[in-house]
């Protein structure tokens, strides 16, 4: 398994950005496609946005869409969400999460992924 480590996370108005990193140790992101989720106070944790190895492709959730980015930075292990025009209802702690590129899964559902960071706080105010 990967370890991974979140950093980035912060105090922000409404309407500002922040860059989130998920480092990797152990071994590097090849191989693997690496997700953002996210769990607000009393809620369960849900799908942000994840970046496939094999074609780096995306895929967002319908409420980031539009203002977060996920890219991935090979040569320095990391994988970064870019976070912009945030609001209120984006506060939450987000977790980086990375797993085995499988052609057959979507890797939107917790389920997919099997090697977790220990999250960083995000809060927005309004």
């Known amino acids: 398994q990967v370890q991974l480590v979140e950093s980035g996370g912060g105090l922000v108005q409404a309407g500002g950005s922040l860059r989130l990193s998920c480092q990797a140790s152990?071994?590097?992101?090849?191989?693997?496609?690496t997700g953002w989720f996210r769990q607000a106070p009393g809620k369960e944790r849900e799908f942000v946005a994840r970046i496939r190895w094999t074609t780096s492709a995306t895929s967002y959730a319908d409420s980031v869409k539009g203002r977060f980015t996920i890219s991935r930075d090979n040569a320095e292990n990391t994988v970064y969400l870019q976070m912009n025009n945030l609001k209120p209802e984006d506060t939450a702690v987000y977790y980086c999460?990375?797993?085995?590129?499988?052609?057959?899964?979507?890797?939107?559902?917790?389920?997919?992924?099997?090697?977790w960071g220990q999250g960083t706080q995000v809060t927005v105010s309004s």
């Open positions: 152990g071994r590097t992101f090849s191989g693997l496609t």
């Open positions: 999460a990375a797993e085995t590129d499988y052609y057959y899964k979507n890797y939107r559902n917790e389920a997919d992924f099997g090697s």
